[in-house]
C-alpha cells in the first residue's frame, strides 16, 4: 500500500502521478457522461473495480482503511465531473463550477492519498510496510 515504494519516488513525485492517473479518469468521466445512466454505470464499474481489488489482497481490511481517507474524497471528485458532463452535453453552463469542484476533490484525494496514507499505514501497521523501511 505504500505507493512510493512501488513507483519508486518521492512523495511529491507520487503527489504528481496520482494527480495525473485521477484526472485522466475524471477528464474519460466527464467525457462520456452524455445522461446519468452513463455516468452512473462508469462510477458503479469504478467501484467494482476497486471493491474487487482489495478483495483479493491478502489483508482486505487493511487496504479498506487505507483506501478509504482518500477514496470518499476522490469518489466526490469523479461524481462531480459525472455530473459535470451530464450539464454540458445537455447544454448547461453550470457544468463550469462543477468542474471547478471536482479538480479541488481530485486534488486534495491525491494529497491525502500521497502524504496522509502512507504515515497512518506506518502507524497502524508498523514501520516495514511494504518491505521498506521508514
Do not use: Q, W
Not at 502521478?17 to 454505470?41: E, G, H, K, T
Not at 469523479?78 to 445537455?90: D, I, N, Q, R
Not at 463550469?96 to 491525491?110: D, K, Q, T, Y
Amino acid at each position: 500500500m505504500c505507493l512510493h515504494a512501488v513507483y519508486d519516488v518521492s512523495p511529491l513525485g507520487l503527489l504528481l502521478i496520482i494527480i495525473i492517473r485521477n484526472a485522466s479518469f475524471a477528464l474519460v468521466v466527464f467525457l462520456v457522461s452524455y445522461s446519468l445512466f452513463i455516468a452512473y454505470f462508469v462510477l458503479f464499474v469504478e467501484g467494482l473495480y476497486v471493491g474487487f481489488s482489495v478483495s483479493f489482497t491478502v489483508r482486505s481490511l487493511m487496504a479498506l482503511i487505507l483506501l478509504l481517507p482518500h477514496g470518499v474524497i476522490e469518489l466526490l471528485g469523479y461524481s462531480l465531473f459525472a455530473l459535470a458532463g451530464v450539464k454540458y452535453h445537455s447544454g448547461d453552463v453550470g457544468y463550469l463550477r462543477l468542474l471547478v469542484l471536482g479538480i479541488a476533490a481530485i486534488v486534495v484525494a491525491a494529497f491525502v492519498e500521497a502524504f496522509i496514507s502512507p504515515s497512518v499505514a506506518r502507524y497502524l501497521f508498523g514501520r516495514a510496510l511494504c518491505g521498506v523501511v521508514i
